[in-house]
């Protein structure tokens, strides 16, 4: 449904056109649109409201060219040698891997000894 419309206006909260909804809704409104449906030949205005905020801090995203660590213990060869394989780096002072993420993302065994820094 939402495919065959065309956004015609895109408003603040306050804005002309958005007054009887910013009554309504108040600080949870986030915006309203103005849309066209070709296919009915009508026009729609939906309001984007909050309808839930808990608090918390945010989970930081790693993205694929970040560096992280990962440690692994000395008795574990096979692991270290996929490491290498990869290309990671010891650090001999922190005593830990250092890895690209996008490369060992997806082998479950070392993103489980991620060290978070």
């Known amino acids: 449904m939402l495919k065959h419309m065309k956004v015609h206006k895109h408003l603040k909260p306050g804005e002309n056109g958005t007054l009887r909804l910013f009554e309504r809704f108040g600080d949870t409104l986030l915006c309203v ?3 066209y449906d070709a296919i009915r030949d009508v026009r729609i205005k939906t309001a984007e409201i909050i309808v839930d905020e808990k608090p918390g801090k945010g989970v930081p995203r790693i993205r694929e060219t970040d560096s992280v660590l990962v440690q692994v213990p000395f008795s574990m ?3 270290r040698d996929r490491l290498k394989d990869v290309g990671a780096k010891w650090d ?5 891997w250092r890895v690209r993420w996008g490369l060992i993302r997806g082998d479950k065994e070392l993103m489980e000894r991620v060290v978070r820094e």
């Open 33 to 35: 649109r103005y849309r």
């Open 77 to 79: 060869k096979a692991l």
């Open 92 to 96: 001999p002072v922190q005593k830990l």
